[in-house]
């Protein structure tokens, strides 16, 4: 069993930066896959970024150079530094473990509870 709770989410201008924390429990940390996905009303929810191992890193295209992943093994923590923001990167947003890498939702077996981040115009 995993445990996984997200937080950092809050409002924030356009342009204006955030970063999110994962903090992980129960589990060898270090072998898992950690991504992050976000939702917004009405969407379906939507791959962020993934990290694995110690430093490898996947992004979906069309948030690469804006928003950066890591992990610290030794705090059992992921996080996502998101830069530049925009109304559109509205959502809920998500932390998830898995063992395979991947940008499919049902390829990760636990979630955190979600942060919500607004981006104002």
């Known amino acids: 069993q995993v445990q996984l709770v997200d937080s950092g989410g809050g409002l924030v201008q356009a342009g204006g930066s955030l970063r999110l924390s994962c903090a992980a429990s129960?589990?060898?940390?270090?072998?898992?896959?950690m991504g992050w996905f976000r939702q917004a009303p009405g969407k379906e929810r939507e791959f962020v970024a993934a990290t694995w191992g110690f430093g490898h890193t996947y992004y979906a295209d069309s948030l690469k150079g804006r928003f950066t992943i890591s992990r610290d093994n030794d705090k059992n923590t992921v996080y996502l530094q998101m830069d530049s923001l925009k109304p559109e990167d509205t959502a809920v947003y998500y932390c998830?473990?898995?063992?395979?890498?991947?940008?499919?939702?049902?390829?990760?077996?636990?979630w955190g509870q979600g942060t919500q981040v607004t981006v104002s115009s």
């Open positions: 129960g589990r060898a940390f270090s072998t898992s896959v």
């Open positions: 998830a473990a898995g063992g395979r890498i991947s940008g499919a939702p049902s390829h990760y077996d636990y």
